[in-house]
T-cell receptor
């Protein structure tokens, strides 16, 4: 079974500094990878996804993640963070269900990003 | 666009009570799922469904029942609430192999 490890439970950073949120998953079989963001008292929103093709994927608000198959990693980066990026970030990987044909999402424990002025 | 709608947003139950958390989606997705979110544990899958009449257990199914009579609705039933079921519950829907769309969550407290 798949598992997802987010290596940092909390990451404090100053505004305009770069940040990296780390994510490793367990299985080397073909997977889809996602980063979701959760703002306080809200549901989860998709930030970016890797399904196939280019291993570097980007979001519209400046985040990017690189799929590294050999290291089974999908780290999230942003070169310059804003106060508004303060949120919890979840890495997720797909796993084929017993019923076949559909992938269920396996989530990491989350990383709380706190951006300070 | 409604997307995924969960009701209620907040609920307090007494130990032993039963209730149903409602989830509806208007995107015609076949795949729907229920997660619970607890501090430091991320989201854990309770039950999922791949279409009307087809459901299966996830990682933490004990104490919960589901059914899927229509494509749109996927209710989650707590049979006899326990304090350990205090959590935030999220419903999600997705097309096959695609991203999941989440509802806003139901914050449940069992006293």
């Amino acid at each position: 079974a798949q598992s997802v490890t987010q290596l940092d439970s909390q990451v404090p950073v100053f505004e305009e500094a770069p940040v990296e949120l780390r994510c490793n998953y367990s299985s080397s079989v073909s997977v889809y990878l996602f980063w979701y963001v959760q703002y306080p008292n809200q549901g989860l929103q998709l930030l970016l996804k890797y399904l196939s093709g280019s291993t570097l994927v980007k979001s519209i608000n400046g985040f990017e993640a690189e799929f590294n198959k050999s290291q089974t990693s999908f780290h999230l980066r942003k070169p310059s963070v804003h106060i508004s990026d303060t949120a919890e970030y979840f890495c997720a990987v797909t796993e084929l269900t017993r019923l076949g044909g559909y992938n269920k999402l396996i989530f990491g424990a989350g990383t709380r990003l706190a951006v300070h002025p | 666009n409604a997307g995924v709608t969960q009701t209620p947003k907040f609920q307090v139950l007494k130990t032993g009570q039963s209730m149903t958390l409602q989830c509806a989606q208007d995107m015609n997705h076949e795949y729907m799922s229920w997660y619970r979110q607890d501090p430091g544990m991320g989201l854990r899958l309770i039950h999922y469904s791949v279409g009307a009449g087809i459901t299966d257990q996830g990682e933490v199914p004990n104490g919960y029942n589901v059914s899927r009579s229509t494509t749109e609705d996927f209710p989650l039933r707590l049979l006899s609430a326990a304090p350990s079921q205090t959590s935030v519950y999220f419903c999600a829907s997705s097309p096959q192999g695609g991203e999941a769309f989440f509802g806003q969550g139901t914050r449940l407290t069992v006293v």
